[in-house]
């Protein structure tokens, strides 16, 4: 019902209410004053009697007469009138009353009304705060099971809310069995490519040393050895990937300077870096101090580095970073070409490779950065440079 025609069948109902108790006040007035006609003739007649016995059977003459619908006998002249008198003076209300009275009557009727609209009102407002409760409750996981209070027009929205929520419990305690059941499923997968990349790596061991002996090229064996390294930071990947969504990584809170962690983790790749004829750039502007899991948090910036280094080799990689009451940012870019346009989307995804991905990526070590960040009360973006080059944007929250 729109709300116009709500208030037009609300008003209605106002104006019916009201006609209706001013209808019973002026009966109810109406009975109450029907007396004093009778009262005043007893008193005459008993007056008159009294003064002259022989009036009664006048008197009885004329009141059986006029009871009984026939007045012709009575006089006809104005008596009371020509003695000075008036029918308010008799009736007992005036004009005035009357109205006052069905005055009375209506406003009564809008009182009533209104109270009950508005006891109505409040109850629904105490019925929909208790619901709003209850949903807020089950969005903290703390919602207990939602009894019935009685019969009325919320008993089928609170049905059906409680069949809401009710599913809602069923599909979250089977998401969370089935994101346990892929966790051990990752971690035994991981922990199965673990065997025979250890007996692979033994055998190219004595092979390349046979070769050597030998003195036979050993290319070859160089090239099995690069995808030995890469199953192995897969299997290392995984692992690691395998206990973050079993919720068994805990991170340490610890006070992380900000150059301390970018300089350590530009440490960890020298030799990378060497390889590459990549260097990194690392202003030291001031102590700035997060809460974070240094070794963690100084993994995902190792992450970003070795991304900025695939995409600009033989480049330098830049840092900076700055604090404010409500956040600690770092950035972290290169002097590449930037990330493909279709990738930015989907550069955090798990095994996700952009266009312009560097050969021996797993596309694991971006989106176990995006994680080791969020889950410290942090957000990483990733984007173009105007002037060219990939940006990551990393933000720790102070609260």
């Given at each position: 019902?729109?709300e116009?025609?709500?208030?037009?069948?609300?008003?209605?109902?106002?104006f019916?209410v009201?006609?209706?108790a001013?209808?019973?006040?002026?009966?109810?007035?109406?009975?109450?004053?029907?007396s004093?006609?009778?009262?005043?003739?007893?008193?005459v007649?008993g007056?008159?009697?009294?003064?002259?016995?022989e009036?009664?059977?006048?008197?009885s003459?004329?009141?059986?007469?006029?009871t009984?619908g026939?007045?012709d006998?009575?006089?006809e002249?104005?008596?009371?009138?020509?003695?000075?008198?008036r029918i308010?003076?008799?009736s007992?209300?005036t004009?005035?009353?009357?109205?006052l009275?069905a005055?009375?009557?209506?406003?009564?009727?809008?009182?009533?009304f209104?109270?009950t609209?508005?006891y109505?009102?409040?109850m629904e407002?105490?019925?929909?705060?208790?619901?709003?409760?209850?949903?807020?409750?089950?969005n903290?996981g703390?919602?207990a099971?939602?009894?019935?209070?009685?019969?009325?027009?919320f008993?089928?929205?609170?049905?059906e809310?409680?069949?809401?929520?009710?599913?809602?419990?069923q599909?979250?305690?089977?998401?969370?069995q089935?994101?346990?059941?892929f966790?051990?499923?990752?971690?035994?997968i991981?922990h199965?490519?673990?065997?025979p990349?250890?007996?692979?790596?033994?055998?190219?061991?004595?092979?390349?040393?046979?070769?050597?002996?030998?003195n036979?090229?050993?290319?070859?064996?160089?090239q099995?050895?690069?995808?030995l390294l890469?199953l192995?930071h897969?299997?290392?990947?995984?692992?690691?990937?395998?206990?973050?969504d079993?919720?068994?990584?805990?991170?340490?809170?610890?006070?992380?300077?900000?150059?301390?962690?970018?300089?350590?983790?530009?440490?960890?790749?020298?030799?990378?870096?060497?390889?590459s004829?990549?260097?990194?750039?690392?202003p030291?502007?001031?102590?700035?101090?997060?809460?974070?899991?240094?070794?963690?948090t100084?993994?995902?910036?190792?992450?970003?580095?070795?991304n900025?280094?695939?995409h600009s080799p033989?480049?330098?990689?830049?840092?900076?970073?700055?604090?404010?009451?409500l956040?600690?940012?770092?950035?972290?870019?290169d002097?590449?070409?930037g990330?493909a346009k279709?990738?930015?989307?989907?550069i955090?995804?798990?095994?996700?490779?952009?266009k312009?991905a560097?050969?021996g990526?797993i596309g694991?070590?971006?989106?176990?950065?995006?994680?080791m960040?969020e889950?410290?009360?942090?957000?990483i973006?990733a984007?173009n440079?105007?002037?060219?080059?990939?940006?990551?944007e990393?933000?720790?929250?102070?609260?």
């Amino acid at each position: 019902m729109s709300e116009k025609k709500y208030r037009f069948v609300t008003l209605g109902f106002v104006f019916s209410v009201s006609l209706i108790a001013a209808a019973v006040s002026v009966l109810f007035v109406s009975y109450h004053y029907s007396s004093i006609p009778f009262d005043l003739l007893n008193a005459v007649c008993g007056e008159v009697m009294e003064q002259n016995p022989e009036t009664k059977k006048i008197i009885s003459a004329a009141l059986k007469e006029y009871t009984e619908g026939n007045p012709d006998g009575a006089a006809e002249e104005d008596v009371l009138s020509a003695l000075g008198y008036r029918i308010s003076d008799f009736s007992g209300l005036t004009c005035g009353q009357n109205v006052l009275f069905a005055v009375t009557g209506f406003m009564t009727g809008v009182l009533l009304f209104l109270f009950t609209f508005f006891y109505r009102n409040k109850m629904e407002a105490m019925r929909i705060q208790a619901l709003a409760e209850y949903l807020e409750q089950v969005n903290i996981g703390k919602a207990a099971v939602l009894s019935t209070s009685g019969e009325d027009d919320f008993s089928k929205l609170e049905d059906e809310i409680y069949k809401t929520v009710t599913f809602l419990y069923q599909t979250k305690d089977s998401a969370v069995q089935a994101k346990n059941d892929f966790a051990e499923n990752l971690s035994n997968i991981a922990h199965q490519i673990k065997t025979p990349i250890t007996a692979i790596s033994l055998s190219v061991q004595m092979m390349k040393l046979q070769m050597i002996e030998q003195n036979i090229d050993s290319k070859h064996l160089e090239q099995i050895e690069k995808q030995l390294l890469r199953l192995t930071h897969l299997e290392e990947a995984l692992l690691v990937l395998s206990r973050i969504d079993a919720g068994t990584l805990y991170l340490q809170r610890d006070e992380v300077d900000v150059f301390t962690l970018l300089v350590l983790a530009a440490d960890n790749l020298q030799e990378l870096f060497a390889g590459s004829g990549t260097s990194a750039d690392i202003p030291e502007l001031g102590e700035m101090l997060v809460i974070a899991d240094l070794d963690w948090t100084m993994e995902a910036v190792m992450n970003l580095m070795k991304n900025c280094m695939e995409h600009s080799p033989g480049g330098t990689i830049h840092c900076s970073y700055a604090q404010n009451p409500l956040y600690t940012e770092i950035l972290i870019w290169d002097d590449g070409e930037g990330f493909a346009k279709e990738d930015i989307p989907h550069i955090f995804e798990r095994f996700y490779r952009g266009k312009n991905a560097g050969e021996g990526g797993i596309g694991i070590g971006l989106a176990l950065s995006k994680e080791m960040i969020e889950r410290q009360n942090g957000t990483i973006r990733a984007k173009n440079k105007p002037d060219g080059g990939a940006l990551f944007e990393i933000r720790f929250y102070s609260h």
